[in-house]
């Protein structure tokens, strides 16, 4: 299993907090990603990072900032929580872009806005 | 605007028997396809994948078909499992690298 970690796991929190989700991963991989899982869309990219201090977004960014301190750690934060990011939000890496590759995802955090 | 499109969001087939996962896409451009499998509270894992330029992959029980003048791929499994029973995640990767999923497909398999 690749070594990717997330914290936490499970949090609710009230509308208009500001939430932020941890990636931790011991594989050294370039890339990092965030996606959120909703019924009815599948994974939707919301930012990624190609190295450190180098991001960019993703499909579904808006509401959602990220930083990239460290090569290990991706974090995804939500300035002021909306109910429209209940979600299931998974963090994944990859050790390269281009040729025959896969990204390797942790186990995800269920977050709920109330 | 959804590139990639899992049509069924659910299949039950029995143990033993063939399962078909079907998946379209629209751009043409994309150059590779995997698919994912995810147990509940868990993180998506790699199954397959296959490249633009072939049309069969073949790992075990598991084939991806790709017909790109139909832009079209499938997942068989054979036989199935009860294992097996999980949702089932087609992605694709675009000319950025990035990939795109469909919306899932819930396969269950009946002892």
């Known amino acids: 299993d690749a070594g990717i970690t997330q914290s936490p796991r499970h949090k609710v929190t009230e509308t208009g907090t500001p939430v932020t989700l941890r990636c931790h991963q011991t594989?050294?991989?370039?890339?990092m990603y965030w996606y959120r899982q909703d019924p009815g869309h599948g994974l939707r990219l919301i930012h990624y990072?190609?190295?450190?201090?180098?991001?960019d977004k993703g499909e579904v960014s808006d509401g959602y900032s990220v930083s990239r301190s460290k090569t290990e750690d991706f974090l995804l934060t939500l300035e002021s929580a909306t109910s429209s990011q209940t979600s299931v939000y998974f963090c994944?890496?990859?050790?390269?872009?281009?040729?025959?590759?896969?990204?390797?995802f942790g186990p995800g955090t269920r977050l709920t806005v109330t | 605007d959804q590139q990639v499109k899992q049509n069924s969001p659910s299949l039950s087939v029995q143990e033993g028997r063939i399962s078909i996962l079907n998946c379209d896409y629209t751009?043409?451009?994309?150059?590779?396809f995997l698919w994912y499998k995810k147990y509940p509270a868990e993180g998506p894992t790699f199954l397959i994948s296959?490249?633009?330029?072939?049309d069969k992959n073949e790992d075990g029980r598991f084939t991806v078909f790709l017909n790109k003048s139909a832009k079209h791929l499938s997942l068989h499994i054979v036989p199935s499992q009860p294992g097996d029973s999980a949702v089932y995640f087609c992605?694709?990767?675009?000319?950025?690298?990035?990939?795109?999923f469909g919306q899932g497909t819930t396969l269950q398999v009946k002892p």
């Open positions: 990072s190609y190295g450190v201090k180098d991001t």
């Open positions: 994944a890496i990859s050790e390269r872009l281009a040729g025959a590759y896969e990204q390797y």
């Open positions: 594989e050294n991989h370039r890339y």
């Open positions: 992605a694709a990767r675009s000319n950025t690298g990035k990939l795109i």
């Open positions: 296959i490249s633009s330029i072939k």
């Open positions: 751009n043409s451009m994309f150059d590779y």
